[in-house]
């Protein structure tokens, strides 16, 4: 333990001496002189977060980034009981976050699998909406989805709007940067979140933001449930999300669409409509395309676009979307 | 002067250490162990990865992830029992994550323990540091490619063939 804490203080000090130029030349020279001197000392949660106590006051994000990292680096070695005693204590929504990020790292990295359990009960429970935000962030780019049951279900309810966005944004990052879209039970979490909440903009946000290539039949199912919603956004986040469902459910979702289509009276999730269709069918959705051009003469040339654009055999939807793109913006 | 040249170093190494984007990742050593190999093999064949070789020791050091933060392993397993000097091309056992990006993180030629499986974790065992596959003995083998396309940048000015390497090592980052 002493040992991590002398590299700490080293690691620490060879990071302050990064600011020296930012030092007027004669202090510059005094420092270069005189290195800083190395104390020990007995390495503690306590000191940590005294450490990062006065690093709040330092005006520098990096800095404070790099504190966050330094505990969480840490948090294998500390002793477990003051680390959650600590947290349980602590009522200062900055400080629990970065405690709760180590409980968190001590899950993530096996020293404690049930460390994690702690952090979800306190964003469930916490009776301050700042604490509870605090937390979530603190679970955000983990493997909370897999080991915290229906947390987020519940917390896209939660009376406060900024946790029920942190818990969007940890379901939308989460599935990106964790899983890269590719793990179905974790989108699946994400889309019975979206559709477990009250609030459409959570919802809408979920769903214009996660990749559905491996939702499972029962999500789609959600999916196609949302599309009767009272909110235009959400209906078009619904109608975009299924655009990109798995092979085996793309032909039950089209046929969703489609029927959308004749009732649908918004603009703009019509236009989704069409681009989500077009996803689904590639140069196959070409005949659709031309029966519902004929619904709606406001659309007419975004439906001609699409035709265009899939009539050219390319086979990547990201190159289609781009050619798309290109065809709107030619004078 | 000599107190200032090692003060201006200790800057640099402390600035290197600063990640260049909030995106990316920094890779750590698996096990200890040393760099045997990285671009190009010895006798000048392409490798396009970095080998970590255990001193010869087999089934002994765990073989940890070596992305830091966390990420979903996809762990496949190839061969069962112990190998420590290869059992042919195509049988190694394999740890991957798949990138956004498209790009794929994989680590080679572990032996399969009761670690051996998928799951999303920061820097965990998924076995022990062995030569499943083709290997002339216990190594990890990390490797970073795309549509059979290796990535050989994210190690550069991290490693050489000979660096020490201990968990704590960066080996490269990936972004």
Same mark, same amino acid.
């Given at each position: 333990?002493?040992?991590?804490?002398?590299?700490?203080?080293?690691?620490?000090?060879?990071?302050?001496? +990064?600011?020296?130029?930012?030092?007027p030349?004669?202090?510059?020279?005094?420092?270069?002189?005189?290195?800083?001197?190395?104390?020990?000392?007995?390495?503690?949660?306590?000191?940590?977060?005294?450490?990062?106590?006065?690093?709040?006051?330092?005006?520098?994000?990096?800095?404070?980034?790099?504190?966050? +990292?330094?505990?969480?680096?840490?948090?294998?070695?500390?002793?477990?009981?003051?680390l959650?005693?600590?947290?349980?204590?602590?009522?200062?929504?900055?400080?629990?976050?970065?405690?709760?990020?180590?409980?968190?790292?001590r899950?993530?990295?096996?020293?404690?699998?049930?460390?994690?359990?702690?952090?979800?009960?306190?964003?469930?429970?916490?009776?301050?909406?700042?604490?509870?935000?605090?937390?979530?962030?603190?679970?955000?780019?983990?493997?909370?989805?897999? #080991?915290?049951?229906?947390?987020?279900?519940r917390?896209?309810?939660?009376?406060?709007?900024?946790?029920?966005?942190?818990?969007a944004?940890?379901?939308?990052?989460?599935?990106?940067?964790?899983?890269?879209?590719?793990?179905g039970?974790?989108?699946?979490?994400?889309?019975?979140?979206?559709?477990?909440? +009250?609030?459409?903009?959570?919802?809408?946000?979920?769903?214009?933001?996660?990749?559905?290539?491996?939702?499972?039949?029962?999500? +789609?199912? #959600?999916?196609?449930s949302?599309?009767?919603?009272?909110?235009?956004?959400? #209906?078009?986040?619904?109608?975009?999300?299924?655009?990109?469902?798995?092979?085996?459910?793309?032909?039950?979702?089209?046929?969703?669409?489609?029927?959308?289509?004749?009732?649908?009276?918004?603009?703009?999730?019509?236009?989704?409509?069409?681009?989500?269709?077009?996803?689904?069918?590639?140069?196959?959705?070409?005949?659709?395309?031309?029966?519902?051009?004929?619904?709606?003469? #406001?659309?007419?040339?975004?439906?001609?676009?699409?035709?265009?654009?899939?009539?050219?055999?390319?086979?990547?939807?990201?190159?289609?979307?781009r050619?798309?793109?290109?065809?709107?913006?030619?004078? | 002067?000599?107190?200032?040249?090692?003060?201006?170093?200790a800057?640099?190494?402390?600035?290197?250490?600063?990640?260049?984007?909030?995106?990316?990742?920094t890779?750590?050593?698996t096990?200890?162990?040393?760099?045997?190999?990285?671009?190009?093999?010895?006798?000048?064949?392409?490798?396009?990865?970095?080998?970590?070789?255990?001193?010869? /020791?087999?089934?002994?050091?765990?073989?940890?992830?070596?992305?830091?933060?966390?990420?979903?392993?996809?762990?496949?397993? /190839?061969?069962?029992?112990?190998?420590?000097?290869?059992?042919g091309?195509?049988?190694?056992?394999?740890? /991957?994550?798949?990138?956004?990006?498209?790009?794929?993180?994989?680590?080679?030629?572990?032996?399969?323990?009761?670690?051996?499986?998928?799951?999303?974790?920061? /820097?965990?065992?998924?076995?022990?540091?062995?030569?499943?596959?083709?290997?002339?003995?216990?190594?990890?083998?990390?490797?970073?490619?795309?549509?059979?396309?290796?990535?050989?940048?994210?190690?550069?000015?991290?490693?050489?063939?000979?660096?020490?390497?201990?968990?704590?090592?960066?080996?490269?980052?990936?972004?």
């Open positions: 333990m002493p040992r991590l804490c002398r590299s700490t203080r080293r690691a620490m000090g060879l990071l302050a001496l +990064t600011v020296c130029p930012l030092l030349a004669a202090a510059r020279a005094s420092a270069s002189d005189t290195p800083p001197a190395l104390q020990a000392g007995a390495c503690s949660v306590r000191g940590l977060m005294d450490d990062i106590r006065r690093g709040l006051h330092s005006g520098s994000a990096s800095y404070q980034r790099y504190l966050r +990292t330094l505990l969480r680096e840490a948090a294998v070695t500390l002793p477990d009981a003051e959650r005693d600590a947290f349980s204590r602590e009522t200062d929504p900055v400080m629990a976050e970065h405690l709760a990020a180590a409980l968190v790292a899950s993530e990295r096996e020293a404690d699998l049930q460390a994690m359990d702690v952090v979800a009960q306190r964003a469930l429970q916490d009776a301050d909406p700042a604490i509870r935000a605090a937390t979530l962030r603190a679970m955000r780019r983990t493997s909370a989805l897999e #080991r915290t049951g229906d947390l987020y279900e917390m896209v309810r939660d009376d406060s709007p900024l946790v029920r966005q942190e818990a944004t940890n379901l939308i990052e989460d599935n990106a940067r964790v899983y890269a879209g590719q793990y039970p974790a989108a699946d979490t994400a889309v019975a979140a979206a559709a477990a909440s +009250t609030d459409p903009a959570v919802t809408a946000r979920i769903l214009d933001n996660l990749s559905t290539e491996k939702v499972s039949a029962e999500s +789609t199912g #959600r999916l196609v949302l599309l009767r919603s009272d909110d235009a956004n959400v #209906r078009k986040a619904a109608v975009n999300a299924l655009g990109g469902v798995p092979a085996e459910q793309m032909q039950g979702a089209r046929e969703s669409l489609l029927a959308m289509y004749r009732e649908e009276k918004d603009a703009n999730v019509r236009k989704a409509l069409l681009q989500s269709v077009a996803q689904l069918g590639f140069q196959g959705a070409i005949p659709d395309l031309q029966r519902l051009r004929a619904m709606d003469p #406001r659309l007419a040339s975004e439906a001609d676009a699409w035709i265009q654009v899939l009539g050219s055999g390319l086979q990547e939807w990201s190159l289609l979307l050619e798309k793109q290109r065809l709107q913006q030619a004078p | 002067m000599r107190s200032t040249l090692k003060t201006s170093l800057a640099l190494a402390a600035l290197a250490l600063i990640p260049a984007s909030a995106a990316a990742h890779v750590k050593g096990h200890t162990g040393s760099v045997t190999a990285l671009t190009y093999y010895s006798s000048g064949t392409f490798h396009g990865a970095v080998d970590i070789g255990a001193g010869g /020791r087999c089934n002994y050091w765990g073989a940890e992830t070596g992305v830091v933060g966390s990420v979903y392993w996809a762990v496949t397993i /190839r061969t069962s029992g112990v190998v420590c000097n290869g059992n091309s195509g049988n190694q056992n394999e740890a /991957r994550h798949a990138w956004q990006s498209g790009w794929t993180f994989r680590q080679w030629h572990f032996i399969k323990t009761a670690d051996s499986r998928n799951r999303t974790c920061d /820097r965990c065992q998924v076995g022990n540091i062995g030569g499943t596959g083709n290997s002339t003995g216990p190594h990890a083998h990390l490797q970073q490619d795309k549509l059979g396309t290796k990535n050989t940048s994210w190690y550069k000015g991290y490693v050489s063939v000979g660096s020490a390497v201990t968990r704590a090592k960066t080996i490269g980052v990936l972004d």
